[in-house]
Structure formats: structure tokens, C-alpha cells
T-cell receptor, first 113, second 111 residues
Framework: DTAVSQTPKYLVTQMGNDKSIKCEQN?????MYWYKQDSKKFLKIMFS???????INETVPNRFSPKSPDKAHLNLHINSLELGDSAVYFC????????????FGQGTRLTVV | QKEVEQNSGPLSVPEGAIASLNCTYS??????FFWYRQYSGKSPELIMS????GDKEDGRFTAQLNKASQYVSLLIRDSQPSDSATYLC???????????FGKGTKLSVIP
């Protein structure tokens, strides 16, 4: 069984469109994250949710909005996509909200054309 | 600004040799340290965690932590071609919830 799963795996879309990436974890973890990995492979946190509450909101454009319907799901919605949004987006989860490791989903490669 | 620094490489070692990967961090209060392995096109995978000064061994992997020097390393003994990947150092700072990643070191093990 997949522990952290994201859909879709690949997403190609035009500038200006709105898209969503879904994430689900079956590990029973309390905290979920969205990371962005750019073309230089630098992995940077975007958001973190603990028990459905936002606990980190790094300086990302407000075109990005996370939604957590329950603690097993954390979706990422992106409005008005721009070329610079092209990257790999990873969802992750961890069993506690501090001082612990994260388990990653397989990633969503977003390409904006 | 909390930073985690790694040499981007590539680091090339012959098969069977010891690969040594290094990482420094800026937040002196950091308490948790991790090494992730990422194969090309795949997601990061946790391979080691270390929380106290000294060495921690797991199979062919040894993590070393020196908080006074703000330095953490990963040794891979008997390197195999399957170890060829990018290795990401990650740190959780004092009072923080989040992992801060270095930019990764690309390791190539030459058969």
C-alpha cells in the first residue's frame, strides 16, 4: 500500500489556468507538507498542516492555496499558473509536528507552457 | 535565515570505496538531523536520522554529528553503483516544525 500518494504524477497546462494536486496519506500522521523542488533540485517547504490547521506558510504567492479536508488529505490549488511555477511538487507527512522526519509522496511534475 | 550547506558535487568514488558526504548548518540550536537519498526522477527517501553527537551506524551507512562544529556527515562503506543518487542533508531547527534541506550532493559510484 502506498503511504503518501499524490495525483496526478504529471501535469502539463497553459499559463493562466487553475489546477489542483491531491495528496493522501494512510500512515495516520498528524502533519502534512507541500514542498517545491525547482530545476536545480533545491527542495523548499511551502506549507505545513498539523491536524488540519496551517502551521507554516512560507513566502509563496497567494495564488497557491492549500486545502486540508481532514488530517489524511492535503491538496494544493494553484490559480493563474505562471511559467515559473514549473517544478516538481512533493507532498509529505510526518508522525509529529516537530523534530521528526518526513515521508514523501512520489511527486507531481508540473509543466506550465 | 537558517541555512544548510552541502557541496553539490558531483562526487565520484570507485565501487567498493568509502563515500563521504558533508553538511554544515547555521542554526546552532538545531536538534534533529537527517539524510535523504533521491534517485533521479524519484522522491526523497529517508536513510538516516541522528539526534545526538557521535556516530550512528546502520548497515553500510554511518551518520556523524558534531554540534559544536555544526557539522553532520554521512559515510557510505563499500559503495555500490546502486548508491549513485543525490544525497540531501536536512535539519530541523530549534523550536521549528520544518525540515530545511541542503541543495544536495550528487554521488556517482563508478563500477
Amino acid at each position: 500500500d502506498t503511504a503518501v500518494s499524490q495525483t496526478p504524477k504529471y501535469l502539463v497546462t497553459q499559463m493562466g489556468n487553475d489546477k489542483s494536486i491531491k495528496c493522501e496519506q494512510n500512515l495516520g500522521h498528524d502533519t502534512m507538507y507541500w514542498y517545491k523542488q525547482d530545476s536545480k533540485k533545491f527542495l523548499k517547504i511551502m506549507f505545513s498542516y498539523n491536524n488540519k490547521e496551517l502551521i507554516i506558510n512560507e513566502t509563496v504567492p497567494n495564488r497557491f492555496s492549500p486545502k486540508s479536508p481532514d488530517k489524511a488529505h492535503l491538496n494544493l490549488h494553484i490559480n493563474s499558473l505562471e511559467l515559473g511555477d514549473s517544478a516538481v511538487y512533493f507532498c509529505a507527512s510526518s508522525p509529529r509536528d516537530r523534530a521528526t522526519e518526513a515521508f514523501f509522496g512520489q511527486g507531481t511534475r508540473l509543466t506550465v507552457v | 535565515q537558517k541555512e544548510v550547506e552541502q557541496n553539490s558535487g558531483p562526487l565520484s568514488v570507485p565501487e567498493g570505496a568509502i563515500a563521504s558526504l558533508n553538511c554544515t548548518y547555521s542554526d546552532r540550536g538545531s536538534q534533529s538531523f537527517f539524510w535523504y537519498r533521491q534517485y533521479s526522477g524519484k522522491s526523497p527517501e529517508l536513510i538516516m536520522s541522528i539526534y545526538s553527537n557521535g556516530d550512528k551506524e546502520d548497515g553500510r551507512f554511518t551518520a556523524q554529528l558534531n554540534k559544536a562544529s555544526q557539522y553532520v556527515s554521512l559515510l557510505i562503506r563499500d559503495s555500490q553503483p546502486s548508491d549513485s543518487a543525490t544525497y540531501l542533508c536536512a535539519v530541523i531547527g530549534a523550536g521549528s516544525y520544518q525540515l530545511t534541506f541542503g541543495k544536495g550532493t550528487k554521488l556517482s559510484v563508478i563500477p
